[in-house]
């Protein structure tokens, strides 16, 4: 059963329109990440979810419950749903425990109690059940805000970038403890960012956003291998994507030219103008004179790679390649590349979301 199901859901402030005609089924259990670019409509479709805000069009479902249509609306107090804020959201006045238990007040005091006792267990905060916020780290405070929200058991958490104001290795142990709860409750998860490398790091399903639109829904490995669209190419994983022409389409394979070099890789795109979709790691060097010329534009030092931008002089409107090396290159060196692997769009799904999975 989907856990959230959304009809074309539509929101506009004024002439901007933040969301036009978002559909898709989240299964329950999902980590769903919600993913795009500043502006792009997640955080009004999430708003609309929680209920703070109402569509103009569509509808919402939160398992079998219509919760939100032309003629229908409850409010975000009987959704049955928790969300952890970027700014945490705690009452500085009130311990650990009791800021757990706020809005537990419907449960007798031994419920209360043991509600609070199991969250604070489940985020490791337990011998931390008295302390005020001001006393806890930042990873801490985001943990105190999580298992309020657990503690009320709710059937979707809703988390709103609660990592943006962690610093880079906090951010890297909430990760860790989102995916060790997640699997933990099996709780359905909702998770926006701006972040790809946050979205991949805990979601098992990730929607891809774009002008208000769902550009693509699916895991985090067809995304990165199997674009929809020219947008979701360039955005996952800082691909690149060239102009080509398929000469021949096979099975879910594709023979395509360019620079007058002659490649055969996975994709869907029938003969005639295509896209290519790269990543650094489909690039590698030519060890003879074959491949594709290209000039060194900029070097450097990336996580125990040199990283080199590549200018393909066949291609002077494409924007530079990305390839990453063990060794180092000569700025301004004119060097051969080869193409070991990609995904071929047809040109035409640049303006085409897809909101299921691209088929293996």
């Not at 109402?54 to 219509?66: C, K, N, Q, V, W």
């Not at 959704?79 to 449960?107: C, D, E, I, K």
């Not at 890789?265 to 005639?272: E, R």
């Not at 534009?297 to 590549?310: I, K, P, S």
Request: glycine share 10%; net charge neutral.
């Amino acid at each position: 059963m989907a856990a959230l199901s959304f009809q074309n859901l539509s929101r506009s402030f004024g002439d901007i329109r933040a969301l036009d005609g978002v559909s898709a089924d989240i299964p329950e259990g999902s980590f769903l990440a919600l993913l795009g670019p500043s502006g792009c409509g997640k955080t009004t479709l999430l708003r609309l979810i929680a209920g703070l805000d109402r569509p103009d069009g569509g509808s919402l479902h939160i398992g079998e419950t219509l919760v939100a249509g032309p003629e229908q609306f409850i409010g975000p107090e009987a959704r049955g749903l928790g969300m952890v804020f970027q700014s945490y959201a705690l009452w500085p006045h009130m311990t650990v425990a009791g800021n757990v238990a706020f809005g537990l007040n419907r449960l007798g005091r031994a419920d209360r109690a043991t509600r609070v006792e199991r969250a604070l267990h489940t985020v490791g905060l337990s011998d931390m059940a008295g302390r005020r916020p001001h006393e806890l780290s930042g990873g801490q405070r985001q943990r105190v805000a999580l298992a309020r929200a657990l503690a009320a058991r709710p059937r979707v958490l809703l988390l709103d970038e609660p990592l943006a104001n962690l610093d880079a290795h906090l951010r890297q142990q909430m990760l860790a403890e989102f995916r060790r709860i997640h699997a933990e409750t099996g709780c359905t998860m909702v998770f926006v960012t701006h972040d790809q490398n946050e979205a991949m790091a805990v979601a098992d399903l990730i929607g891809v956003m774009d002008r208000g639109q769902l550009m693509q829904l699916g895991s985090p490995q067809d995304l990165f291998q199997r674009p929809a669209n020219e947008m979701v190419a360039r955005f996952v994983g800082h691909g690149r994507t060239l102009p080509v022409t398929v000469v021949l389409r096979g099975t879910r394979r594709c023979r395509f030219m360019i620079g007058g070099c002659t490649f055969t890789l996975p994709g869907i795109a029938p003969p005639g103008p295509a896209w290519l979709c790269l990543h650094p790691s489909d690039l590698t060097l030519s060890t003879n004179k074959s491949g594709l010329v290209a000039r060194v534009t900029d070097l450097r030092f990336e996580d125990g790679y040199q990283v080199a931008h590549l200018w393909l002089e066949d291609l002077p409107e494409a924007a530079p390649l990305v390839l990453r090396l063990d060794h180092p290159l000569v700025l301004g060196a004119e060097v051969r590349v080869t193409v070991r692997g990609g995904w071929v769009l047809p040109r035409a799904a640049v303006s085409t979301p897809s909101f299921q999975t691209v088929p293996a």
